[in-house]
């Protein structure tokens, strides 16, 4: 029942079987295996919605490990807690977290990159005389430069801790939020910086 095959239709020959309901009994005799370790290629490509919901249901609450190979981002995101990114060359980066977790963590590298590629003249521009800053702005502005490039730095320690392959599942969490809170103040200060910007250019 819980795979879809009421009592009626449990004493079936599998040749009268429909495709769905194939892909479902194959489901259900994995379950029966007792595995503690199930490798997936692709397991959304071919089944309908109702075996899709199946197999979610299942693999939520299989107690093994799970290695996953899919395009699906919906189905990574509730299934999986770790990725292998392969960046090509032969470079994997073991990355903690889901698929969103990571798109949105690359997304917020590459913002962070294109702001250092600002020329240091280009920030440093001379202010003008209409949009001038109070004291303490003034200050804070100053400052902004050398915070966010300290972080930068310490984010860059992190993300090499966590790609160095530690085992350590506590260590690992730690790292992960501390790059998590370090990441928002860049994005906090930046912000501060590029409003102060504004102000400055007119």
């Known amino acids: ?3 879809m095959f009421p009592f009626e239709s449990q004493f079936k020959t599998i040749k009268n079987l429909s495709g769905g309901e194939r892909a479902r009994l194959a489901l259900l005799k994995l379950t029966l295996g007792e595995y503690n370790f199930l490798i997936l290629d692709e397991p959304t490509n071919d089944f309908d919605i109702d075996t899709l919901n199946v197999l979610e249901a299942y693999l939520e609450a299989y107690d093994g490990g799970l290695l ?6 919906y189905f990574l995101d509730k299934l999986c807690d770790k990725l292998f990114v392969f960046n090509g060359n032969g470079n994997v980066v073991d990355f903690p977290g889901n698929y969103t977790d990571y798109r949105d963590q690359k997304k917020e590298a590459e913002l962070n990159k ?19 800053l109070s004291y303490n702005e003034q200050r804070e ?10 972080l930068e730095n310490k984010k860059q320690e992190l993300t090499l801790l966590l790609e160095s392959g530690e085992s ?3 260590k690992l969490m730690q790292w992960g939020q501390e790059l998590t809170a370090i990441s928002y ?3 906090t200060k930046t912000e501060r910086w590029m409003e102060f910007e504004e102000r400055l250019e007119g």
């Open 1 to 3: 029942g819980r795979f």
């Open 68 to 73: 996953i190979v899919s395009h699906d981002r």
């Open 114 to 132: 294109e702001w250092q590629a600002t020329s240091k003249t280009e920030r440093q521009k001379p202010k003008r005389a209409g949009n001038k």
């Open 141 to 150: 502005y100053d400052g902004l430069e050398g915070e966010i490039e300290a």
């Open 168 to 170: 350590d599942h506590e």
């Open 185 to 187: 103040e860049i994005d």
